[in-house]
């Protein structure tokens, strides 16, 4: 049941992380850029196209996830934290950071190659810049997008869908 419950938060929490994160590229593509009242003049059409984006990179992040991405962020955690001694949510906050260090970096990466290598038909000798730019662009977002809104979101569904009733 233990493992059962860790596939199902892993793909919940991925495709929340893949949906929220193709939500905001895309705006940012389309030029719906933060002001000071939100992203201007934003359109249901980001929502569509983030569906169709996320379904295929939901299943890549569940992938990195599962070979590396959550083992490296829980060793990484577990030198800054001290799970006898530190209270549990710093903890848990602590992993979601390291994670997020790992995650951001290797789905910058595949976007950048994806996106733009393959799909835009960009030199591969710009690769080192986009991922850089892809990466500055997007850990922030993904760091806020998983501490506010995927991780309680995730963390309310799977308790919801194993509590014993």
């Known amino acids: ?5 860790g596939l199902v938060f892993s793909l919940i929490m991925s495709y929340s992380m893949a ?3 193709e939500v905001y590229n895309i705006a940012y593509k389309l030029g ?7 992203f201007s003049s934003m359109h249901n059409v980001v929502f569509l196209a983030a569906l169709k984006e996320a379904s295929y990179m939901g299943i890549i992040v569940f992938i990195i996830s599962t070979l590396y991405g959550n083992r490296l962020g829980q060793h990484i955690a ?8 530190d209270p549990s949510y710093f903890c848990m906050l ?3 950071g390291a994670t997020i260090a790992i995650m951001c970096p290797s789905m ?3 976007a950048s190659i994806l996106f733009t290598i393959i799909l835009a038909h960009q030199p591969l000798i710009q690769l080192p810049a986009i991922f850089v730019g892809t990466l ?8 806020f997008w998983n501490i506010f809104a995927a991780s309680p979101f995730t963390r309310t569904i799977t308790k919801w869908l194993f509590t014993s009733k």
């Open 1 to 5: 049941m233990k493992k059962m419950k």
């Open 19 to 21: 949906i929220g994160m």
């Open 32 to 38: 719906y850029h933060m002001q000071a009242g939100g």
């Open 78 to 85: 577990s030198h800054i934290c001290d799970q006898e001694r």
């Open 94 to 96: 602590i992993r979601q």
């Open 108 to 110: 910058s990466l595949i």
């Open 136 to 143: 500055m662009k997007n850990f922030p977002m993904a760091f």
